[in-house]
Every structure is written in structure tokens, then in C-alpha cells.
């Protein structure tokens, strides 16, 4: 019922820069949250930044300082600015969509995840 959907990765130099973008969409009648997680080959995925409709943010440690999340609630849109990347950053970047869908006689829950865009950072 909700689809959402990233752009931006792709090859950056270290101590570069990256943007991503996730835009939900769909039957939505509200999202609690969204959020972005990563994974690496043979490595668990991880959440990386996250936002809550209230504006709450959060992000894993070996990112704070240097990762933005952000949102534009008018588009269901949120997006994650991405500075001084280190190798160690590199992963396949996900997005995930929670809140409530609409369906003819109710709401129901949504937990949405985007296929992932892959992000590489390398000299």
C-alpha cells in the first residue's frame, strides 16, 4: 500500500559528500517515522538516521556530526545529507517508512522499505 522509493547514492571520493532522498507514497494517512539504515556485505544492518512526525532525530554514533536527516513533510520526502565519508561508510543505503496506511473501513499499520541505493565511497 506504501512504497518508498531512495535516489542519490553513488561513488564518492573520501571527505566527500552525498545526498539521498526517500520519498513515501501510497494509500498514507500518516508516518510516525522515517529513517535510513545501511548495510555492508556480511555485516548487519543498521539504522542509521532516523526522524519522527514530532521531529525527533536520532543518529548511530559513528555518524553523529557528520550525517543530516531531514524531512519535508508536504512531500513525504526525507533526506540524508552525508559529509566527510570514510570508506567505512560504504553500504547499501535503505529507507524505511512507518505509520498508518488507509483502507476502506480503517487504518492500518505500514512498515515500508525502499529496494536500497548503494553508496561508495573509495579513492
Known amino acids: 500500500q506504501v512504497q518508498v522509493v531512495e535516489s542519490g547514492g553513488g561513488l564518492v571520493q573520501p571527505g566527500g559528500s552525498l545526498r539521498l532522498s526517500c520519498a513515501a507514497s501510497?494509500?498514507?494517512?500518516?508516518?510516525?517515522?522515517m529513517g535510513w539504515y545501511r548495510q555492508a556485505p556480511g555485516k548487519q544492518r543498521e539504522l542509521v538516521a532516523g526522524?519522527?512526525?514530532?521531529?525527533?532525530?536520532n543518529y548511530v554514533d559513528s555518524v553523529k556530526g557528520r550525517f543530516t536527516i531531514s524531512r519535508d513533510n508536504a512531500k513525504n520526502t526525507v533526506y540524508l545529507q552525508m559529509n566527510s565519508l570514510t570508506p567505512e561508510d560504504t553500504a547499501v543505503y535503505y529507507c524505511?517508512?512507518?505509520?498508518?496506511?488507509?483502507?476502506?473501513?480503517?487504518?492500518?499499520?505500514?512498515?515500508?522499505w525502499g529496494r536500497g541505493t548503494q553508496v561508495t565511497v573509495s579513492s
Open positions: 501510497g494509500s498514507i494517512f500518516s508516518i510516525d517515522a
Open positions: 524505511n517508512a512507518m505509520g498508518r496506511s488507509t483502507s476502506y473501513y480503517a487504518t492500518r499499520r505500514f512498515d515500508s
Open positions: 526522524i519522527t512526525s514530532g521531529g525527533s532525530k
